[in-house]
């Protein structure tokens, strides 16, 4: 599903208004506004795709996590500079390493986009935490996240809850 950010901006953030009201359902952002090549409104837009996005269940009050695999499509690096949603509490990205024998996860600060290429977030490695979920995450449901990224858009990433 290739994304143009402008256009579904405006789906993503009355999914996020209706979540935040206790409507329940996540944004679906393969419905709703698309642009096409011939919409003047959207020809400078980065063209970002998110897909196979999926997290693991967990209960309310606990940690999951969210992996996908992230193309940018255009000729315009850009940057994730932070994420929402309404899951959980929190949300970052993080990075497992292994130091010294022993497995670690930092929070990045910023992950980088590069025009042209494509970035995986995947077990035991760069992943999105969601810290003190808010409700319990089971299998078959799905996450609304939204990256928050440099240009000052956001794309919209709905993830499937699946055991890994």
């Known amino acids: 599903m290739v994304i143009r950010l402008r256009k579904i901006f405006a789906v993503f953030a009355s999914g996020v208004a209706a979540l935040a009201c206790g409507g329940g ?5 393969s419905r709703g506004a ?8 959207v020809a400078a837009a980065v063209t970002l795709e998110a897909r196979e996005a999926w997290a693991r269940p967990a209960d309310s009050g606990a940690t999951s996590a969210a992996y996908l695999v992230l193309a940018n499509r255009g000729t315009t690096a850009d940057t994730v500079v932070g994420l929402v949603t309404e899951a959980a509490e929190s949300a970052a990205v993080h990075q497992t390493m292994q130091r ?14 590069p025009a042209g290429a494509e970035v995986s977030l995947a077990p ?28 000052g858009d956001t794309l919209p990433v709905s993830a499937v809850i699946r055991a890994p």
């Open 34 to 41: 698309r642009a096409t090549d011939d919409d003047p409104t």
């Open 124 to 151: 035991l490695g760069t992943h999105v935490m969601l810290l003190r979920l808010r409700r319990a995450l089971r299998a078959g449901d799905t996450v609304a996240i939204g990256l928050l990224l440099a240009s």
């Open 100 to 113: 010294e024998g022993t497995m670690h996860m930092s929070a990045l600060p910023v992950l980088p986009l």
């Open 25 to 29: 359902a996540d944004v679906d952002p």
